[in-house]
């Protein structure tokens, strides 16, 4: 999943790469569980049951990304009220969560 952000002062996009697992989360973890409509909604139709990771994400700048193709196919979208969701509680674990670079 990618959560992008448009940079004020060097006007680049900057990525939050965020991993969607089947793996239930450790108890540890923060993580929030997709529900099936959504898992539709994404295009994971082939995942019983699936988790989005909010206290660990990759970093990442799309225009120097090694990651990301620019012209890369969209498989879906989770809704408005689930990225919302997703967004809160990305932000409540950005205190105790982990940031991985990308950019080497």
Known sequence: MVVTVRGTKDGLIHLALLAITTQPPHADRVALEVSAIECR???????NRCWVVVDEYDYDIAERSWCIEPDGKILGRFSKAFMMKIAGAFIDARSYGRRVSRLD
Do not use: I, P
């Open 41 to 47: 909604r994404a295009g994971l139709t082939d995942l």
